[in-house]
């Protein structure tokens, strides 16, 4: 489902929203320095993907702007609703909060099957691969927007695409079209293995040492 903007729509906090909820460009480049010089409310994207084994993943985006501003509280709240958004966007379930003081909006998802979004997260033989072109997510730092993105997978990361890679999982912190991929299936614990050989053979020594003794 593609997303409507009236071409009357005001910058400021329900075109934020509308761009935290389908994050694609939703006002001209030059608008949004125009905006973001004349207003204190600076925002902020928080977008978590967490890749199951099963085919599905794990979603949560949260989007807050740094004002305390009653206009702008009353704003994130009445459009603080994924309605209108489309992609891997359509199915959260959204809340409105205020963390410490300023208004966040939090969408999240649990167990969205990778075929409601073709395109986004493909699993081909034994590795997954998620394009954020294919979901619909800002390939501009354009806004000015303080932007958080990570991927976990179930297995080792196996491209990260310039993002910053801790255990499983690849985060990134500017706007931009990234392709990451990651195994399907965690590594075989080998250290833990070893671990055990040893722990066994030296409780097997040591118990032949006492029958011997």
């Known amino acids: 489902m593609a997303v409507t903007v009236p071409k009357h729509r005001s910058v400021g906090t329900p075109v934020f929203l509308a761009f935290l909820l389908s994050l694609t460009l939703l006002i001209p480049p030059s608008h949004a320095v125009t905006s973001a010089a004349s207003d204190d409310s600076d925002p902020s994207i928080s977008v978590r993907i967490v890749i199951n084994q099963d085919d599905t993943y794990d979603m ?32 959260l379930k959204a809340s409105y909060s205020e963390r410490n003081g300023l208004p966040t909006c939090t969408l999240t998802g649990k167990s969205i099957d990778l075929s409601e979004v073709d395109g986004f997260i493909k699993h081909k ?21 303080d932007y958080k993105f990570s991927v976990t997978f179930p297995g080792e990361v196996t491209d990260a695409d310039g993002g910053k890679v801790s255990g499983t999982t690849v985060t990134f912190t500017e ?16 250290v833990w293995v070893i671990v055990g050989v040893v722990g066994v053979g030296a409780i097997g020594g040591g118990l032949f040492w006492f029958l011997k003794h």
């Open 60 to 91: 949560t985006v949260i989007g807050q702007l740094k004002s305390k501003s009653s206009s702008d509280k009353r704003g994130m709240k009445e459009s603080c609703n994924p309605s209108d958004a489309g992609g891997p966007f359509e199915d």
């Open 125 to 145: 033989d034994d590795e997954y691969t998620l394009d954020t072109q294919k979901g619909q997510f800002p390939s501009s730092s354009a806004y000015g927007i």
């Open 175 to 190: 706007p931009g079209r990234y392709q990451v991929s990651g195994k399907d299936t965690p590594a075989f614990p080998w």
